[in-house]
Structure formats: structure tokens, C-alpha cells
Nanobody
Framework: QVQLVESGGGLVQAGGSLRLSCAAS????????MAWFRQAAGKEREFVAS????????IYADSVKGRFTISRDNAKNSVYLQIYSLKPEDTAVYYC?????????????????WGKGTLVTVSS
């Protein structure tokens, strides 16, 4: 059973930074595709960034390119989302998600496993 646990959210002022963490357990994640999504109040869940565990290929949503960086630590079975220059519109619950065997996807429906999320609130 795959478990994903996010941490690192909080209240931050616009222009600040945060690093979100996703601790993964229950599998060997070599063939997994990992992603971060976010969901703001009253909006649909949207893709933020993803990384293939093997090889480290990354993709980003256009809205976060240049400000967000996704990375992984194989030894710690963890995926990170470093966020710079936070904006009020980045306020959302951020979710870590995983799926095996997919090369790339930005669709929430394609992901098999989800964490419970961590709330990021950006004040102006």
C-alpha cells in the first residue's frame, strides 16, 4: 500500500518561499511518476509539477515555471516542491500524487495515490 504524506505548508507573505515535502512509503518507487497538484477554494484541482522517479525528468505548469522546482531524494523516498516568489494566487491545498508506469500526465484522474494535502496560504 502506497502512502504519501505531505508537509511544509503554512502561512507566508507574498514574495516568500516554502519547501513542501512528500514522504512516500510502501513501494519501491523506481518506476513511479510523482506529481504535485493544488486545489484552491472553489476551484478544480490543477497540475503543478511532476517528476519521473527514474531519470528525474520534470515538467511544470506554465503558471509556475521559473518559480517552482520539483526534486526527489531517492535515499529518503521523498519528493519536494520548492516554491519561490509566492503570490496570493498560489494559496491552495497542495497534494502529492503518484502513479506507476505513466511517462507523463497532468490529469488528476490518472494518478493512483494521493496524500491528504498541505495548506499553503499566501498573504498580500
Amino acid at each position: 500500500q502506497v502512502q504519501l504524506v505531505e508537509s511544509g505548508g503554512g502561512l507566508v507573505q507574498a514574495g516568500g518561499s516554502l519547501r513542501l515535502s512528500c514522504a512516500a512509503s510502501g513501494r519501491t518507487f523506481d518506476s513511479y511518476y510523482m506529481a504535485w497538484f493544488r486545489q484552491a477554494a472553489g476551484k478544480e484541482r490543477e497540475f503543478v509539477a511532476s517528476i519521473r522517479w527514474r531519470g528525474g525528468t520534470t515538467i511544470y505548469a506554465d503558471s509556475v515555471k521559473g518559480r517552482f522546482t520539483i526534486s526527489r531524494d531517492n535515499a529518503k523516498n521523498s519528493v519536494y516542491l520548492q516554491i519561490y516568489s509566492l503570490k496570493p494566487e498560489d494559496t491552495a491545498v497542495y497534494y502529492c500524487a503518484a502513479v506507476v508506469g505513466i511517462m507523463t500526465t497532468t490529469r488528476p484522474s490518472a494518478m493512483d495515490y494521493w496524500g491528504k494535502g498541505t495548506l499553503v496560504t499566501v498573504s498580500s
